[in-house]
């Protein structure tokens, strides 16, 4: 986490900062500005500027303004405020305290307000004019055509396939899994070998698990998400889950349903 649920609620949140003049940047952590993006940069560029437009591409938020992009990355820590409210207070694996301190990027607005980057791990990032091109089709706009074309082919796992930015960008660890767990899909079944019938019931789970964590606040809100952990067993029907590592991370499935 986050994931491009998170991202989705963040551009949300990031909309209230839309139309208002930037008066000071703090960019001070050089650390956190990344493709050789600098503090001195930032400041020059995005002081006086006020932004247009709040995107989504994957797991990067995009703020669009008249000389270019501001590219804001998270990492599995990093949160959004704005004028002080935090759209998600924590995260699964940030820390329960809420600390300024952990602030390494702040716009201030000429109207006395702020928006925040709070990272207390510091692997998100900033950058000026990220390369979008290096994302594939976002996961909440992907059609089914470039689902064919990017994910349903060769014979890498279907959740490896899924957490592949490049073929399509947004989809972490937990949106793979409840999408999986949902459809009845093994995770680690080659991609190509889905037929129609599991293409499509796919689709449908990938579109309502989308739905249901931006509506309940995140992607550890998921009705799997209880049972991720060593003995537990299915929500659905009981059986013991599967615990394995499939596209290099940690996977809960169900033998008896996801084939």
Known sequence: MPEGVEIEIYRQAAEHALGREVATVDAND?????????????????????????????????????????????????????????????????????????????????????????????????????NEDALGADVFTITGVELDRRVFVGQVAIKARMLDQGRISGIGNLIADETLWRAGIDPARPASSLDANDKKRFRRHLASVLDDFVRDGGS???????????????PKDGAPLDRRTVGGRTTFSCPQHQR
């Open 30 to 130: 050089e650390w956190f500005c990344k493709e050789g993006t600098t503090p001195e940069a930032l400041d020059a560029t995005l002081t006086g500027v006020e932004f247009t437009a709040a995107r989504r591409r994957g797991k990067l938020l995009v703020m669009d303004h008249d000389g270019g992009t501001l590219g804001l990355r998270f990492g599995m820590t990093g949160r959004i405020i704005v004028d002080g409210v935090a759209p998600i207070d924590t995260l699964e694996y940030s820390s329960d305290r809420n600390d300024p301190a952990w602030d390494r990027f702040v716009l201030y607005f000429t109207d006395g307000g702020a928006l925040r980057l709070r990272d207390p791990r510091r692997l998100g990032g900033v950058v000026l004019d990220p």
């Open 220 to 234: 550890n809100t998921g009705h799997l998400q209880p049972a991720r952990q060593r003995g537990s067993t299915c």
